[in-house]
């Protein structure tokens, strides 16, 4: 079966590093994904690794995977107040029901000065 | 900036209605995607469509029914409104070849009463 799961919140100051953690339990899954929500928005595709990859790392953001373990985490460097928003972790099964992303409930970031 | 548009932005609805929700893919996108994202939760998958013809379904009832247009536009539909139906609905777009990557519109905010 498909499960994601998510802390729900976690704040930061300014300038410091977070790191949003994710767990999941399909082993099919090919992608594993990061979007990004700000208030009243649609979701912004940040970032995704496959699932043969252990890390990749695009500018301020670096995804870890632990295929063994089911975990993913995006760690965002040098956090700014921008980046506040909520980060929802996906992954991808495809096969008879099409190419669906099942998301985590989401991890609300505060960035404080 | 993704290119996925949706209308209309917001919509009331009376319980027992019908509502139909418009996407319009970004350009050269010919997979479709349909979301709910009730508050506070991650999107669930409602269905996909791939050359005007479903393509993969969550587990919504069928009063959820889609189309997908030869220009890649597509519609949602929801027959005998429920009041546990609002929600953001959102889609997302993408090409067949490159399937993981998913774009998301705005999405449109749905309130039944």
């Known amino acids: 079966g498909e499960d994601v799961e998510q802390s729900l919140f976690l704040s930061v100051r300014e300038g410091d590093s977070s790191v949003i953690n994710c767990t999941y339990t399909d082993s099919s899954s090919t992608y594993l994904y990061w979007y990004k929500q700000e208030p009243g928005a649609g979701l912004q595709l940040l970032t995704y690794?496959?699932?043969?990859?252990d890390m990749k790392q695009d500018q301020r953001l670096t995804v870890l995977l632990n295929k063994k373990d089911k975990h993913l985490s995006l760690r965002i460097a040098d956090t700014q107040t921008g980046d506040s928003a909520i980060y929802f972790c996906?992954?991808?099964?495809?096969?008879?029901?099409?190419?669906?992303?099942?998301f985590g409930t989401g991890t609300q970031l505060k960035v404080e000065l | 900036e993704t290119g996925v548009t949706q209308s209309p932005t917001h919509l009331i609805k009376t319980r027992g209605q019908q509502v139909t929700l418009r996407c319009s893919s970004q350009s050269g996108h010919n997979t479709v995607s349909w979301y709910q994202q009730a508050l506070g939760q991650g999107p669930q998958f409602i269905f996909q469509y791939y050359r005007e013809e479903e393509n993969g379904r969550g587990n919504f009832p069928p009063r959820f029914s889609g189309l997908q247009f030869p220009n890649y536009s597509s519609e949602l539909n929801v027959n005998a409104l429920e009041l546990d139906d609002s929600a953001l609905y959102l889609c997302?777009?993408?090409?067949?070849?490159?399937?993981?990557?998913?774009?998301f519109g705005p999405g449109t905010r749905l309130t039944v009463t």
């Open positions: 690794i496959f699932s043969n990859m």
């Open positions: 996906a992954e991808s099964t495809s096969g008879g029901g099409g190419n669906k992303l099942t």
């Open positions: 997302a777009s993408s090409l067949v070849g490159s399937i993981y990557e998913q774009y």
